[in-house]
């Protein structure tokens, strides 16, 4: 399994982005799928996740009503639209896949990360 995300780039607060990550090799829909991200001289924090089969999604309090999580399974993609951004959302965002449809919060639960993608939001 790989994963390759991208959209990252330099906003300014208030504005919007959105990430992708497509999913090669992926031999079942019994898995999920995470966003997270590290900000520097942080630890790795869970950002959302969705079901792949289903699509059952969930937030982390710090983005709910700004981010949505989303998949698009004939292109094997899923996405992070991020709204409303603000300084503090600045980070590496990675994308994560795990056997088994139940989203956890826990990174070491995750089996395959994508390389990250950089997310800068000015003030």
């Given at each position: 399994?790989?994963?390759?995300?991208?959209?990252?780039?330099?906003?300014?607060?208030?504005?919007?982005?959105?990430?992708?990550?497509?999913?090669?090799?992926?031999?079942?829909?019994?898995?999920?799928?995470?966003?997270?991200?590290?900000?520097?001289?942080?630890?790795?924090?869970?950002v959302?996740?969705?079901?792949?089969?289903?699509?059952?999604?969930?937030?982390?309090?710090?983005?709910?009503?700004?981010?949505?999580?989303?998949?698009?399974?004939?292109?094997?993609?899923?996405?992070?639209?991020?709204?409303?951004?603000?300084?503090?959302?600045?980070?590496?965002?990675?994308?994560?896949?795990?056997?088994?449809?139940t989203?956890y919060?826990?990174?070491?639960?995750?089996?395959?990360?994508?390389?990250?993608t950089?997310?800068?939001?000015?003030?």
């Open positions: 399994v790989q994963l390759q995300a991208s959209g990252g780039g330099l906003v300014q607060a208030g504005g919007s982005l959105r990430l992708s990550c497509v999913v090669s090799g992926r031999t079942s829909n019994d898995v999920s799928m995470g966003w997270f991200r590290q900000a520097p001289g942080k630890e790795r924090e869970f959302a996740g969705i079901r792949w089969s289903g699509g059952n999604t969930g937030y982390a309090d710090s983005v709910k009503g700004r981010f949505i999580i989303s998949k698009d399974s004939a292109k094997n993609t899923v996405y992070l639209q991020m709204n409303s951004l603000k300084p503090e959302d600045t980070a590496v965002y990675y994308c994560a896949l795990k056997w088994g449809s989203v919060m826990s990174a070491q639960r995750y089996n395959y990360w994508g390389q990250g950089e997310v800068t939001v000015s003030s």
